[in-house]
């Protein structure tokens, strides 16, 4: 494991640690779109179906638990805890993501590295994840005013899939056989979704004001 994907897989952790902070400190979920979460959920349910088959590391093992308990647990406050869920922004969460998962499917039967059960939904998994944030980004941007850690918790997400194209990169230039490029692209188009909200995220950084969206 390289610099680059383990500085991806701690991001990824602390904006997992941010969200999870929003909801129990505060016992809210404004702002977060439940059917992001959702998507997050199945993806990590569909890219670890080796987790009991296919061992390769103490830490790989935990940090595949860590991302499935963590995702399902931020879906089950959302839509079960009694407080939590009257904090939901259902009118603005209306995001057909439905037709996200419909599209990553048919993609992963077309464009695959294997056709087998796995890697199917491997490739599910990464054509869905770089979509995932599509209903949150359309979310903040109909809210309008984006709070601090909901702002924090989807800069790190962004910073997270940045992470993991430098890690792409460098694995090319130092491993012989490097085929993962279903995953490059994606990360790529999954990137380059989250630089609206990274220019707005500076802005109002440089200027230490609110961070806004606009409609």
């Known amino acids: 494991m390289n610099i680059f994907r383990f500085a991806g897989d701690v991001t990824h952790l602390i904006s997992i640690l941010v969200l999870l902070l929003k909801i129990y400190a505060t016992k809210s979920c404004s702002g977060i779109s439940l059917k992001t979460q959702e998507l997050y959920a199945l993806v990590f349910l569909a890219r670890y179906l080796d987790l009991f088959t296919d061992f390769v590391s103490v830490y790989n093992t935990v940090m595949k638990v860590v991302f499935i308990v963590s995702s399902v647990a931020i879906v089950w406050c959302m839509r079960v805890d009694r407080i939590v869920r009257r904090s939901y922004d259902k009118d603005l969460d209306t995001f057909r993501h439905h037709f996200l998962i419909l599209t990553s499917f048919l993609l992963a039967l077309l464009v695959h590295e294997k056709f087998t059960f796995q890697e199917i939904f491997w490739a599910v998994s990464i054509y869905l994840e770089a979509l995932a944030i599509l209903p949150q980004l359309v979310l903040l941007q109909r809210s309008g005013n ?27 230039f130092t491993e012989q056989h490097f085929t993962r490029w279903i995953a490059c692209v994606s990360g790529i188009v999954q990137t380059a979704l989250y630089a609206d909200f990274f220019y707005y995220y500076f802005v109002s950084w440089k200027n230490n004001a609110k961070l806004q969206l606009p409609a």
């Open 146 to 172: 984006v709070d601090n850690l909901t702002g924090q918790y989807v800069l790190f997400l962004g910073a997270y899939r940045a992470f993991y194209i430098l890690n792409w990169i460098y694995r090319y």
